[in-house]
């Protein structure tokens, strides 16, 4: 099982990026997806999840509004559009996904904590600034 994320780089404020989550040895469509994010010296926090069983999107009030969610099936990857993009939003941003016994595995309390989550992308950098 595998998940890479991509699609990051350097957007000015109130800019978009959409960010990619492709998966290999499973199906996503078949999982819950987490997006986190780490900004240098701070813990990784969540940023959004999608359920497997009925595509329900969760987000933390701090991007609430401004970020999206999204799944394709076709081609087995989870995608985050981010808009009106911020300074605070500048991290490395990781996408997740928990082992298939964990149910829910996105839900409106569940799926928000990085020890809910088993595997890992490798993270890809956003940075927000003029």
């Known amino acids: 099982v595998q998940l890479q994320a991509s699609g990051g780089g350097l957007v000015q404020p109130a800019g978009s990026l959409r960010l990619s989550c492709a998966a290999s040895g499973f199906t996503l469509a078949y999982s819950a997806i987490g997006w986190f994010r780490q900004a240098p010296g701070k813990e990784r926090e969540w940023v959004s999840c999608i359920s497997s069983s009925d595509g329900g999107e969760y987000y933390p009030d701090s991007v609430k509004g401004r970020f999206t969610i999204s799944r394709d099936s076709a081609k087995n990857t989870v995608f985050l559009q981010m808009n009106s993009l911020k300074p605070e939003d500048s991290a490395v941003y990781y996408c997740?996904?928990?082992?298939?016994?964990?149910?829910?595995?996105?839900?409106?309390?569940?799926?928000?904590?990085?020890?809910?989550?088993?595997?890992w992308g490798q993270g890809t950098q956003v940075t927000v600034s003029s």
């Open positions: 997740a996904a928990p082992y298939p016994w964990r149910t829910p595995g996105c839900a409106s309390g569940a799926g928000h904590e990085v020890d809910e989550y088993d595997y």
